[in-house]
């Protein structure tokens, strides 16, 4: 065989052979696995007790006068899932959302989750009853516990997905009702002077994280009871109540800035001191030198609370502090 044929036949023999591995290598199974389906994120818990969740979303209710929402279901639900898709996605929902409820999701096979199902489908109708409860299933409750109302979910659906018109129209027809800011006042006012007290007038709004820091401080127990032997606590939330700002106006000058704002008042209605300092709004009492201010203001306005209680007062303080700061370390 010539050397020209030899070369011939090799260079058949190659392409032949490469051929074969290119087939090869397209064989079914050999190729990269189509991707499976993104899993959903939990978000329920299943150890969680739900008696212990609804005490927790109380507390917050009351704090910040809302309503309690629960959201029945599991992680093996769809629908479940759309549901918190939507509350997240939705910008009208998850403002409606934040102001007015505390949010639970109780996992249907969770510690006490079945009674406190039960008592909340026992809040439908028999007509409601008879066409059966799917979920998610929500209920909403009051800050005290009562139930105030249950809907089954498919009436919100719209085809494959819940239309947030009607999620929107629920969760705005069961908010708390709006409080006059002025009401809130005058009685704050008409408490103070018969307990020989005066007003500690405080504003903030749900989007503000320093107000909830406030607000969380002034209520736990001992500060509660310490600042009540002198002060009337009363909480004008700018946003949600009626009359807000302009009351937040008659006290407030105008070169005054942000919230947290307060002011202390005689039970006559007389601005007495206000949360704006050397360096302007004090706020949430955080850095030392708002710590230094708030207290000297308290002291200055207090009659009955005592020097243990003011140190006490200001280590609270100082420890919530250090806390925020541990807590925002990377």
């Known amino acids: ?121 026992a809040a439908l109708s028999k007509e409601e009853l008879q066409k059966g409860v799917g979920f998610p299933f929500l209920a909403v409750l009051d800050a005290d516990g009562k139930i105030v109302t249950a809907q089954r979910t498919d009436p919100l659906e719209e085809g494959d997905h819940h239309d947030p018109k009607r999620v929107q129209d629920f969760l705005s027809r069961w908010v708390v009702p709006p409080r006059d800011a002025k009401l809130v006042v005058e009685e704050a006012l008409s408490r103070a002077a018969s307990e020989d007290k005066r007003v500690f007038l405080r504003f903030g709004a749900p989007w503000c994280g320093w107000c909830h820091k406030l607000d969380d401080w002034l209520t736990q127990q001992e500060v509660a009871t310490a600042l009540g032997r002198d002060f009337v606590l009363a909480k004008i939330d700018v946003d949600r109540m009626t009359d807000g700002q302009a009351v937040m106006k008659r006290y407030r000058t105008q070169d005054s800035q942000g919230i947290p704002w307060y002011t202390i008042l005689d039970a006559k209605g007389k601005k007495l001191a206000t949360a704006d300092g050397p360096s302007g709004n004090t706020g949430y009492p955080f850095e030392p030198k708002e710590i230094d201010y708030f207290m000297g203001l308290v002291q200055a306005q207090s009659r009955r609370i005592e020097a243990g209680q003011i140190e006490q007062l200001r280590k609270s303080l100082d420890d919530a502090a250090q806390r925020i700061r541990n807590a925002s370390k990377p």
């Open 1 to 121: 065989m010539t050397f020209g044929l030899r070369s011939w036949l090799g260079g058949v023999l190659i392409l032949v052979m490469s051929t074969g591995v290119a087939l090869a290598q397209k064989e079914p199974g050999d190729g990269p696995k189509p991707a499976s389906p993104a899993k959903k994120a939990p978000i329920y818990d299943r150890q969680a007790d739900a008696k212990a969740q609804v005490e927790q979303a109380r507390a917050l209710a009351r704090r910040d006068d809302k309503r309690v929402l629960l959201m029945f279901g599991g992680d093996w639900c769809g629908w479940c899932h759309k549901l918190h898709d939507l509350f997240a996605s939705d910008a009208e929902i998850r403002k409606t959302l934040s102001n007015e409820y505390a949010l639970v999701m109780i996992e249907l096979e969770s510690p006490n989750a079945s009674s406190l199902l039960k008592s909340c489908r």
